[in-house]
């Protein structure tokens, strides 16, 4: 029985592969122009590992100077000039930055106390306080993060004491320092193209079957649902860890990205959201879209996931709707679990939390498409 | 007597408010050839697909090959040959490539599969065109190409569903000669078309459907008789005075007789011997024959009278076409 499974499982993969690699649209579509297009637009965009890319450039944070010193002003002007702090806030005070702290209007606030100067003039080190805001966990830290390499430039004896406001129970996401390199493009064109070539490959796949009738003819032959639906997993698998290599060999060759993970995490972290992506669309074709309308589902799923996943706009700079919609968002977990190990190089095992989310919504898109394939065969067959 | 390989009882599927096959009943014997006549929309693929086990019935149940479509799906399939409008090849591979993924999911051991490839490749006069794309082939050879796929695996019924339709006068004749000599070998065809000439030719028996009933079962000439039992003749015979045609009038079991110069058309009960008799009668009384034709009742004539007219089954297909 187990072995009948392999064998059929194996044959179906084996006859994908036959078909993709005799289709030279599908090559070219799936290995070579997504890639490369996706890698090479943002990389441009971004102008790949010369020109810095700042996710803190533009949070509002309020600038507190207690001091006013003339080191202070220098603080200003180099968290100013450094392009990490585009939208200094300047004529809060403490009390009146630490009110609106948590509104919206402010994410953060950095106070340069009394007795800046004297310290740094004694040789002693001097703090500056920063207080982020705990509703929004991942940029709190991104900000002290980036802060401390700015003021490390600034000068070494002055250090940045962090302040929490409110309580913090929420894992807190360190982003900033790593952000020069093409590393967010990596993780940006990893997480489209996978999403983009594997669920057209599922959904598209399964619905030119259904119309060709080689659905069909697979159905009345004595394989199951579940060796087609894992043959085809098998083989876009493959296909999954190619189109990484691909865009990985892009990334760095062409802009310079230097994840700090391991080649095998990288893979692993790709594949796990290329997985997320065929389940959906198994899901989506047991609705018997048609292989024409799987193109347009495909552009508002990738349209929905810029918005609402945290791919481009930080999931924690989302707020209300747009939040709640993030956190039920399978894919938003996906992009955090890449984020964390090619920016900062988190293990992955320590990521256990998103991993099950992730990998329980994998399951239940695949148990759905095979409860509702099975129920009524037609759907599938015609 | 041969044993039934496929029965059905109260078969019956609803789509919505629709019910496209309505309690049928129906016992197909080994080795038969039965064909499943009727307009489009009719219901024929439809049972097909219940009886391939592609999709569920509503109501009632089926036998095929011995096994049930609902508790034994899966031997069902093993013992099942589809070939039909939905159920196709994968295009880009070559005929080869397809039987060897279907001779894998049919568990055939290797060895095995492959004598059995080249047996069908010769079967059907492959050969070089073994080795090029399905899709690269011809909408008849594709056809062919679909019936090896289905006859792979030597399954004890084969089901062709429109198979005909498409394909150039000559290769559906090659088709219809192609199954009924594997009827002849032992193989259990259902034949389903709603081309009237195919059945009269080749079938043992044929069900008629209709509206998703079947309407009636029999050979073709128990069919083609059950609604008329006349035979008509007619001759080419020019000037034939009315002492003539009164001799003729005068012959046994004739019914109706008229003559307009040149054509005589004599009508009665069916009678064999008919065309015979009335030409032995008029050439004793002198006429000058040119031709004679036997004119029996069609399928044809005889599917229009058992569905109710040319009106209804107009009415039907307009319906059939509004809810496509």
């Known amino acids: 029985m187990a072995l009948k499974l392999l064998r059929d499982i194996f044959a179906v993969a084996g006859n994908e592969s036959r078909q993709f690699w005799r289709n030279r649209t599908a090559i070219l579509i799936s290995l070579v122009i997504l890639p490369l297009f996706f890698t090479v637009s943002l990389g441009a965009a971004g102008g790949g590992a010369t020109t810095r890319f700042s996710p803190t450039a533009n949070i509002p944070i309020a600038f507190i100077d207690n001091d006013l010193s003339t ?25 009146s930055a630490l009110a609106v702290l948590g509104t919206g209007k402010i994410y953060a606030a950095i106070v340069v106390p009394e ?20 509703g929004e966990p991942g940029v709190g830290d991104q900000i002290s993060a980036t802060l401390r390499t700015v003021v490390q430039d600034f000068n070494p004896r002055v250090e940045v004491q962090p302040e929490r406001r409110g309580l913090s129970q929420i894992e807190i996401v360190q982003k900033g320092a790593l952000f020069s390199s093409f590393n967010i493009g990596l993780v940006v064109v990893l997480g489209v193209v996978q999403i983009f070539a594997t669920f057209y490959e599922i959904a598209g ?22 060796p087609i639906m894992l043959g085809k997993t098998l083989f876009d698998s493959v296909l999954a860890t190619i189109r990484t290599f691909i865009v990985l060999g892009l990334s760095v060759y062409m802009f310079g990205a230097r994840p700090s993970t391991d080649l095998a995490t990288l893979v692993i972290v790709s594949l796990i959201v290329a997985l997320l992506t065929m389940g959906f669309g198994f899901v989506v074709s047991a609705l018997r879209v048609g292989a024409r309308a799987v193109v347009i589902v495909e552009f508002f799923l990738v349209l929905f996931l810029f918005a609402f996943s945290g791919l481009v706009i930080d999931k924690e700079l989302l707020r209300g709707l747009s939040k709640a919609i993030s956190n039920i968002l399978p894919w938003a977990y996906g992009f955090e679990i890449l984020r964390r190990t090619v920016l900062i190089g988190r293990p992955l095992l320590t ?15 695949y148990v759905v498409s095979y409860a509702i394939f099975a129920l009524s065969r037609e759907r599938l067959a015609f | 007597m041969a044993e039934n390989t496929i029965t059905t009882k109260g078969l019956t599927k609803v789509f919505g408010h629709f019910t496209a096959v309505d309690t049928l009943n129906l016992d197909v014997k080994g080795g038969e050839l039965f064909g499943l006549l009727g307009p489009n929309g009719a219901g024929k693929t439809t049972t097909v697909r219940m009886l391939c086990t592609l999709i569920d019935p509503t109501r009632g149940t089926a036998n095929v ?56 490749m010769e079967m059907f006069g492959f050969r070089e065109k073994s080795k090029r794309l399905v899709s690269a082939l011809s909408s008849g050879w594709q056809k062919k190409a679909m019936i090896c796929a289905a006859l792979l695996h030597e399954p004890k019924v084969l089901f062709l569903d429109e198979v005909t339709s498409g394909l150039d006068p000559q290769s559906a004749i090659a088709l219809q000669d192609f199954t009924r000599k594997l009827c002849d070998e032992g193989e259990t065809v259902i034949w389903t078309t709603h081309y009237m000439g195919e059945p009269e030719k080749i079938c043992d028996r044929v069900g008629v459907v209709f509206a998703g009933r079947l309407v009636k079962v029999g050979s073709p000439n128990e069919l083609k008789h059950s609604v008329s039992e006349l035979s008509t003749v007619e001759v080419e015979t020019p000037g034939l005075s009315a002492t003539q045609v009164e001799k003729i009038r005068k012959l046994g079991k004739v019914c109706k007789i008229s003559y307009n110069d040149p054509l005589l058309r004599v009508t009665c009960e069916h009678h064999e011997d008919l065309a015979e008799e009335v030409t032995k009668a008029l050439m004793g009384a002198g006429a000058r024959i040119r031709a004679v034709n036997t004119k029996e009742p069609t399928l044809e004539e005889a599917f229009i009278s058992l569905t109710g007219g040319e009106e209804e089954i107009d009415r039907f297909l307009e319906s059939s076409a509004r809810r496509k």
């Open chain 1, 205 to 226: 796949g399964m619905a030119r079957e259904r119309e060709d009738g080689t659905l069909a003819r697979l159905l009345v032959s004595p394989t199951g649902l579940v």
């Open chain 1, 351 to 365: 990521l256990a939390s998103d991993l099950q989310i992730i990998l329980a919504a994998t399951v239940i898109f």
């Open chain 1, 71 to 95: 080191d202070s002003s220098r603080l200003l002007q180099t968290l100013r000039s450094s392009g990490d702090f585009n939208n200094l806030l300047l004529g809060y005070r403490e009390d």
């Open chain 2, 65 to 120: 090959a011995g096994y049930d479509i609902r508790e034994q799906a899966a031997e069902v399939r093993r013992n099942i040959g589809v070939v039909s409008e939905g159920v196709s090849l994968y295009k880009d591979l070559t005929i080869e490539e397809n039987l060897r993924l279907f001779s894998t999911l049919y568990d055939l051991p290797r060895t095995k599969a492959e004598a059995r490839i080249r047996e069908l």
């Open chain 1, 115 to 134: 007795g800046f100067h004297n310290h740094l003039a004694n040789n002693q080190t001097s703090k500056i306080i920063l207080y982020a805001d705990d």
